[in-house]
């Protein structure tokens, strides 16, 4: 399929160009017919699947320029994510030939003057925050009623950090024939009763990756057994010197603390979670955009509001609690073919979320620190492979085995070795003797 097949306006495929995107993704190809029939939506996809665009060109190319009101609303559930859509947003109806207003509303910025703007003109596509979208609306100013489409990006994100009555009061504002778009890395049961309620039978379309992590990852894990954590990140990143590493914690309190760290040892570092102020978040976001800052240390929260190019190491300094964030951590990296480092700190007691990793398709290579350099290690799994290996013996052979592990009397093990070698010798010339016979059964009936 190509991009073509949409039928979009010709302006669109400008855009397309010159952003250099020349065939759609997987779940474009799903999604934009979908959106294109005027369907309620429930996109499932992982980060890197161009779920961004999937919903904004269609969307995009049914705006009708000449009426001058609010016809299509997206909310994002941070200030870092309204952003992203906004600048892809500005970036396609460029190409217009006619003007479509985009515009922002998000907490931190200038409320007065923008409700100074709306008693003026109205945008035809509003991107924001739950909360500030609301509050603009509930003012009279911001008039959504008349919108056709209703977009909830990062749903689950949105769920998580109490968003969601924000986003039920504003669907309520809307006709019972809006169209409804919800798109999320999961959808968690608390989710559903809000889906329930404002989608008519949705069409749930689950984009499952090919490849969990880019091929341009590698994904290394090392075990921080014995080894202060902090003085081990602190090693990462200043063997290799990378261009733009970003450590993730899991709690506010994890990511000040390693932060206080590696200040400490002189090391440049911004920090990035919940507890700073959105107007020191934004000006830490712009200097992190700005390459003013080399490291990065930041909380799961954060990871979906970081999209800078060029990031080329992700460190996990904990395990996320929710694995599905794993994905979004490590996706940080290694994006539009360019080599990306993941690297994941364990301790013994993360053995199950380790394996619940790789039960999902997760491939770790194991690595360690020596002598100042990262190098191959053992599979933490190799004991467990060789016991394996020992359960395939044959019974009689897997009897002597048990033996050898008790305590026996001097010289009785070479006594067992021998035993068992004659078993495996024995083996493998009956063996041998079913080949020959084989040989010559079948020479016999060639010659009939």
């Keep these: 399929m190509t991009f073509e097949s949409f039928m979009f306006q010709d302006f669109i495929y400008q855009a397309l160009k010159e952003s250099g995107f020349e065939e759609p993704t997987e779940a474009q190809e799903k999604l934009i017919p ?11 996809s992982q980060t890197g699947s161009g779920k961004t665009h999937a919903f904004l060109l269609p969307l995009i190319d049914q705006i009708e320029p000449e009426k001058k009101e609010v016809q299509v609303v997206i909310t994002a559930p941070s200030r870092e994510l309204a952003e992203q859509l906004y600048q892809v ?13 985009v515009t922002k509303f998000v907490g931190g910025t200038d409320k007065q003057r923008q409700l100074e703007q709306l008693q003026h003109r109205q945008p035809q ?11 603009m609306a509930n003012e009279g100013a911001l008039l959504i009623h008349k919108s056709q489409a209703f977009v909830v990006d990062e749903a689950d994100m949105t769920l998580d950090l109490g968003f969601l009555p924000e986003v039920d009061q504003m669907a309520a504002k809307f006709s019972d024939d809006i169209q409804m ?26 984009i499952k990756p090919k490849n969990l992590l880019s091929e341009t990852i590698e994904n290394w894990l090392i075990s921080t057994k014995g080894q202060d954590k902090k003085q081990l990140i602190y090693q990462l990143l200043t063997i290799g010197q990378p261009y733009l590493a970003v450590v993730f914690a899991n709690t506010k309190e994890r990511v000040d603390e390693i932060t206080e760290f590696l200040q400490n040892q002189g090391l440049k570092v911004a920090k990035i979670h919940g507890g700073i102020s959105p107007r020191e978040r934004k000006r830490v976001m712009r200097q ?48 539009n073919q360019l080599k990306g480092t993941a690297i994941t700190l364990y301790e013994p007691s993360d053995e199950r979320p380790i394996n619940d990793l790789e039960k999902m398709g997760i491939v770790f290579e194991p690595k360690e620190i020596k002598n100042g350099e990262i190098v191959s290690t053992y599979d933490r799994n190799r004991r467990k492979k060789r016991e394996k290996t020992t359960e395939e013996l044959a019974p009689e052979t897997m009897g002597y085995v048990k ?44 010659r009939r």
């Design 34 to 44: 979908l959106i294109q029939k005027g369907r309620d939506v429930i996109g499932q």
């Design 89 to 101: 947003a500005k970036q396609v109806v460029a190409f217009a030939p006619s003007e479509i207003r």
């Design 125 to 135: 596509l509003v991107i924001g925050t739950p909360g500030r979208i609301l509050d």
């Design 181 to 206: 778009l919800v798109f999320s890395a999961t959808v968690p049961q608390k989710l559903r009763p809000f889906l329930k309620k404002y989608l008519t039978r949705p069409l749930i379309e689950e």
């Design 288 to 335: 992190i955009h700005q390459l003013d800052y080399q490291y990065v240390v930041a909380t799961d929260l954060a990871a979906r509001g970081i999209d800078i190019e060029g990031i080329s190491h992700v460190i996990n300094a904990e395990i996320p609690r929710d694995l599905d964030f794993f994905i979004h951590r490590v996706g940080r990296t290694g994006r």
């Design 403 to 446: 033996k050898q592990k008790k305590q026996v009397k001097p010289g009785y093990k070479k006594k067992i070795k021998h035993e068992i070698d004659k078993k495996d010798q024995e083996k493998r010339k009956l063996e041998r003797r079913r080949q020959q016979r084989s040989a010559k059964s079948q020479k016999k009936n060639s």
